[in-house]
Each structure stands twice: as structure tokens, then as C-alpha cells.
């Protein structure tokens, strides 16, 4: 044990043995209850007599098919807008080396633009439309302006403005956040729409200066 | 307080109801927790207060809900001794067992309280442990599956008219080499007292995984 130092005012010598032995006993090392033995409250004797499974083995995943596709809380479920495909392996077909490779958050396919009519691209100014062929960006492709304090002086009230708007259904396909910590309203909507976001949003919520189109990956592209 | 019988209110099917639902949350977690399967089919969410792993995926989600829909009846009927989520090798031999030991008073005292705030506290304790499980167990060999087991307090042949309850969903009796494990080492994670219910979850893990 470690030396220990008492430190006491001066006075009697009861006092000081009262101490002592108070400190003594203090130290003393507590008393240890073992833990009780782990046991199973059923054992398995004849248990694999009464155990029963599903006949159905569960759905084999390889690690380059998470997408979700189903509509839950908290998910974003845009199977027109995103060409997303679980990809399902029966089960005893997947190659053994699936789990070596690294797990990713999710894996996209290539699908064909056939879910917008052509004449929808008419809609885009020549100028987009000439963007768009040159980034071979999808039409249902998500997009996001970006509203900065340049834009507007009052943040806060633009937001409001904003979601009002949503809320009117006045900005199609849109949906909205605002990063507080970057003084920003980030709007999103799709590539086909987004000339018209952007002027309702120029209109709507007065804003000054110029506003940026981003897509993923290319960033900006496009400024009104 | 009152005391009442598991007739009364028709407390089987609450009992189930709220172990099912744990079970639910607590297979995901297991899943995710032991990389059955790849952790970008699992999001984020919340449950008895907690973070919890739920899988996105629609079939996985869908076989875990027939899986526990089925089970319900034997719970509610306290026909259920364990369930036991069994982690097996690509030759299907067991290489972890997740085990459930459910046991369920006959009389029954309770309150509002002890079901709703009570219960739920003991059960969230369960997922936190889960969460944690994988500092005490070793890694699983790449490419493991899932099943789960029901243990039941009779003969299995007599409970299989009871969790057939879903048209093509059938159940079988599990065979001896995915119910035993050789010299496995156990490792308590949690029990649960209460009033309706007591619980009891350790995993059973094959020494030599590889």
C-alpha cells in the first residue's frame, strides 16, 4: 500500500487516536462478493428436438447492394430520380470472395434516360440544355441552389419565405435546408425544373446578386 | 397494484408484443453489430432512447417480420423457451449464437408504470449491451449468414401448426448441426427482471471461428 499522510489540527491525544484508528479502518480493503456463476436457465440437452427455423433462408446481400428502396422514415425514396437497383444474389450463387471486398454505403448502376420525354428538355434554356449534354447530366439528376448572405441580408426571413413556398407547392420536385454554420439555404430540385426554381427563387424571396446551380461531383455549373 | 393472471387483458399478446418488438431491434442490431450483412444497407435510428442500426433493406426487413410474426403466437402461448439468432459459417455451421432466454411469470403484478417506463429501461439496457458485443467476441469469418431458432417448451413437431401462420413462410425442425456448437465459450451479456417477463441474453461462440 501506498504511504498515506494524515493531516490533523493539534489538540488532544484521544482526538488524534480517534483519528488513527478511523483512518485505519477506512483503508481497510472492502469486501469482495464473488459474482455468481453464469448459467443458461434452459441447457440444451435434447433442445435440438424442439427447435424450430424458418425453411426460407434470409436474402443474401452482396456488400454493392445497399440501396434502400422502400419508403420509411428518414429515407428518401426517388426511384424515378435515382436509377438505383437492390441487387439481390440468390442465396448459394454469390461468389465466396463477396465479403473481401470492402463494404461501400451504397452502389449506383447506370440506367437509361427514359423516364423524361424529350420534349421536357425543350423547357431548359439553350444555354442549359447545351450544360446538360456536355455534363451528360440525367434531367431527373437532383441539383442545388445555393443562397448565400450575398444573396440576401436576412438569412432567417429567406428561409421562411422559402419554406412557405414549399409548403405552397410553388417549387416543384424541391426540397430545402439551411446550414446554419455556413450561412447558407441549400435548395434542391431536379436538373428539369431548375431554371424555374431559380427564378421563383430570385422572385420570390428578392434576392440580390447571382445565385449557383451545383450538381454532385461537378460542383458549379450554372448561375442565374 | 394489481395482480392478475395471464389470462386477464389478454396479457400473453401485450407480453408478446413488446418482446417482439424488442427482438425486432435487437436482430438488426446483431446483423449490423457482426457485419452479416454489409453496414450500407443499415441506417441510423432511435429506439428506447437509444441509437440503434435498422437495415433499409426491403426483403431483409420483410424476412425478419414474418420470422418474428410467426413467433408471436408461441410467445403469447409462453410456448417459447429461447430465440436464438445463430450466425453461421459459409458451410452453415454455427459460428455464434445469440440466445434469448425468455421465461414469463404466471401471476403478474403490475402497473402502468412498471409496463411503460420500467420495461422499456430494462429492455434498452439489452440493445446497449448488444451495441458493445463486439469488444468481447472475436471476428467472423468473411461470408456468414443468419437464421433464427425458436426452442420451444414441447415437442417442436406439436408448436409447428401454431407459427405457421404466414402461407409461404414455412417452418421446419432445425437440424442438430446448427442447434449444438462444439466447447463453445459463453459470454453473459444481460438478464432482466420484471414483472412480466424475465429475459436472459448470452452468446454462445465457437473457439476456433476459422
Keep these: 500500500m501506498d504511504r498515506v499522510v494524515l493531516h490533523y489540527r493539534p489538540g488532544s491525544a484521544l482526538r488524534l487516536s480517534t483519528l488513527l484508528q478511523q483512518t485505519q479502518r477506512l483503508l481497510e480493503p472492502l469486501a469482495l462478493r464473488p459474482p455468481p456463476a453464469f448459467r443458461p436457465w434452459f441447457p440444451c440437452g435434447a433442445a435440438h428436438c424442439r427447435a424450430i427455423r424458418p425453411a426460407k433462408p434470409p436474402p443474401h446481400i452482396s456488400p454493392a447492394g445497399g440501396v434502400p428502396t422502400e419508403n420509411q422514415p428518414g429515407t428518401t425514396d426517388r426511384t424515378q430520380d435515382a436509377p438505383c437497383r437492390v441487387q439481390l444474389v440468390a442465396p448459394g450463387t454469390g461468389s465466396g470472395t463477396e465479403r473481401e471486398v470492402p463494404a461501400v454505403r451504397r452502389s ?93 427563387l430570385k422572385d420570390e424571396l428578392r434576392l440580390a446578386g447571382r445565385i449557383h446551380l451545383a450538381v454532385h461531383r461537378l460542383g458549379n455549373i450554372f448561375s442565374m | 397494484m394489481t395482480t392478475l393472471t395471464r389470462q386477464d387483458l389478454n396479457f400473453g399478446q401485450v407480453v408478446a408484443d413488446i418482446l417482439c418488438e424488442f427482438l425486432e431491434v435487437a436482430i438488426h442490431l446483431i446483423l449490423y453489430v457482426r457485419e452479416v450483412y454489409p453496414s450500407g444497407i443499415f441506417q441510423k435510428r432511435k429506439k428506447y432512447n437509444v441509437p440503434v442500426q435498422m437495415s433499409c433493406h426491403p426483403e431483409l426487413n420483410q424476412y425478419i417480420q414474418d420470422t418474428l410474426h410467426c413467433v408471436k403466437p408461441l410467445i403469447e402461448k409462453n410456448d417459447a423457451e429461447k430465440v436464438v439468432v445463430v450466425i453461421m459459417d459459409k458451410e452453415h455451421h454455427p459460428v455464434e449464437r445469440f440466445v434469448f432466454e425468455i421465461s414469463q411469470p404466471p401471476l403478474l403484478s403490475i402497473s402502468s408504470d412498471t409496463l411503460l417506463s420500467h420495461v422499456e429501461q430494462l429492455l434498452r439496457a439489452f440493445i446497449l449491451k448488444i451495441s458493445v458485443c463486439d469488444a468481447v467476441l472475436n471476428n467472423n469469418p468473411p461470408g456468414c449468414s443468419f437464421t433464427v431458432l425458436v426452442h420451444t417448451r414441447d415437442a417442436a413437431t406439436r408448436n409447428m401448426e401454431k407459427v405457421q401462420v404466414i402461407k409461404d413462410f414455412p417452418w421446419i425442425v432445425a437440424d442438430e448441426q446448427e442447434v449444438h456448437m462444439k466447447e463453445p465459450r459463453l459470454i453473459p451479456l444481460k438478464s432482466m427482471t420484471s414483472d412480466i417477463v424475465k429475459m436472459q441474453l448470452y452468446v454462445e461462440e465457437r473457439a476456433q471461428k476459422t
Excluded at chain 1, 451528360?136 to 450575398?150: D, E, F, G, Y
Aim: proline share 1%.
Design chain 1, 108 to 200: 449506383w448502376s447506370v440506367s437509361r434516360q427514359s423516364g423524361v420525354q424529350l420534349q421536357s428538355r425543350m423547357s431548359l434554356s439553350s444555354r442549359l440544355r447545351r450544360l446538360v449534354s456536355l455534363h451528360r447530366l440525367h434531367l431527373r439528376q437532383r441539383a442545388k441552389w445555393v443562397i448565400t448572405q450575398q444573396n440576401c441580408s436576412n438569412l432567417d426571413e429567406a428561409w421562411r419565405r422559402l419554406s412557405r413556398s414549399v409548403r405552397r407547392a410553388g417549387l416543384p420536385t424541391c426540397n430545402a435546408n439551411i446550414q446554419r454554420e455556413r450561412a447558407e439555404i441549400w435548395v434542391f430540385c431536379d436538373v428539369l425544373h431548375c431554371e424555374q426554381v431559380g427564378r421563383h
